[in-house]
T-cell receptor
């Protein structure tokens, strides 16, 4: 099976712009989660989608949003970019929603905000 | 309070020697513990998990971890380290609602030939 794919892999944006990142989960996986990874804050949970519904949300401002489509693909959007949004954004998929299911991560999208 | 902690920022070990990466968890509730590894410019790869059952969990690439309730620890171990094991290792807890993983700060492992 193909793994989790994320596009684009690298992105450079300017402060104030918005950006959309895309994630395709492993075939058959229905849950998609997003994480932000920075040197200072480490890995932080953004949100989780299951059956096209946001099931869980981390402690991020409303500028961060996401959605999931009927084929389980997911997108996340960041509006009004700030310098501090520069990070590696990781998408992870799991078979079902539930604590016992391991998550499989994509390679990430490296976002640089200038 | 952080649900998992990795007390070492970096671990150095010689190739062929045993490798241990430490993780401790907070005691509230029942932990759902995971280990992931991240290679440069890559996402995280799942190594193993403890949900319930045997305290010794075997995972990918020869890694294993022992769940120790009395010491609230879940240390990752490999009997004989390889240079290719050099990477960033994360311990994570899934006790929060849904699929949310709470990660430790990560431990960088450097295996020297």
């Amino acid at each position: 099976k193909a793994g989790v794919t994320q596009t684009p892999r690298y992105l450079i944006k300017t402060r104030g712009q918005q950006v959309t990142l895309s994630c395709s989960p492993i075939s058959g996986h229905r849950s998609v989660s997003w994480y932000q990874q920075t040197p200072g804050q480490g890995l932080q949970f953004l949100f989780e989608y299951f059956s096209e519904t946001q099931r869980n949300k981390g402690n991020f401002p409303g500028r961060f949003s996401g959605r999931q489509f009927s084929n389980s693909r997911s997108e996340m959007n960041v509006s009004t970019l700030e310098l501090g949004d520069s990070a590696l954004y990781l998408c992870a998929s799991s078979l079902e929603q539930g604590r016992s299911y391991e998550q499989y991560f994509g390679p990430g999208t490296r976002l640089t905000v200038t | 309070a952080q649900s998992v902690a990795q007390p070492e920022d970096q671990v150095n070990v010689a190739e062929g020697n045993p490798l241990t990466v430490k993780c401790t968890y907070s005691v509230s509730g029942n932990p759902y513990l995971f280990w992931y590894v991240q290679y440069p410019n890559r996402g995280l790869q799942f190594l193993l998990k403890y949900i319930t059952g045997d305290n010794l969990v075997k995972g990918s690439y020869g890694f294993e971890a022992e769940f120790n309730k009395s010491q609230t620890s879940f240390h990752l171990k490999k009997p004989s380290a390889l240079v290719s094991d050099s990477a960033l290792y994360f311990c994570a807890d899934a006790r929060a609602a849904g699929n949310k993983l709470t990660f430790g700060g990560g431990t960088r492992v450097l295996v020297k030939p």
